[in-house]
């Protein structure tokens, strides 16, 4: 069971990248789906979340009209498209997958904007 991200990297402010997160080992389609990011020294946030259907969709205000989330449930994977990035982006990407009581984490993917 786990939630693999990749897709990070270092980007001049106004570029774009594209998350991923592959899970592997339970039933992803039934699973909501979150993206979170945490900053050196911040608490922990939550970025976008979308339903297991995909049909329900929220995003934080920092990254409204910037970032889209997106999931594919027949490749178990559940993408965060990030354009136009701030050098206030700069954080670790974590992938959250919830149903019921169960929560699991990936391991992160580091996303650096420079200015």
């Known amino acids: 069971v786990q939630l693999v991200e990749s897709g990070g990297g270092l980007v001049q402010s106004g570029g774009s990248l594209r998350l991923s997160c592959a899970a592997s080992?339970?039933?992803?389609?039934?699973?909501?789906m979150k993206w979170f990011r945490q900053a050196p020294g911040k608490e922990r946030e939550l970025v976008a979340s979308?339903?297991?259907?995909?049909?329900?969709?929220n995003y934080a205000d920092s990254v409204k009209e910037r970032f889209t989330i997106s999931r594919d449930n027949a490749k178990n994977t559940v993408y965060l498209q990030m354009n136009s990035l701030k050098p206030e982006d700069t954080a670790k990407y974590f992938c959250?997958?919830?149903?019921?009581?169960?929560?699991?984490w990936g391991q992160g993917t580091q996303v650096t904007v420079s200015s």
């Open positions: 959250h997958a919830a149903r019921a009581a169960r929560v699991l």
């Open positions: 080992g339970f039933t992803f389609s039934i699973y909501a």
């Open positions: 979308i339903s297991s259907g995909g049909l329900y969709i």
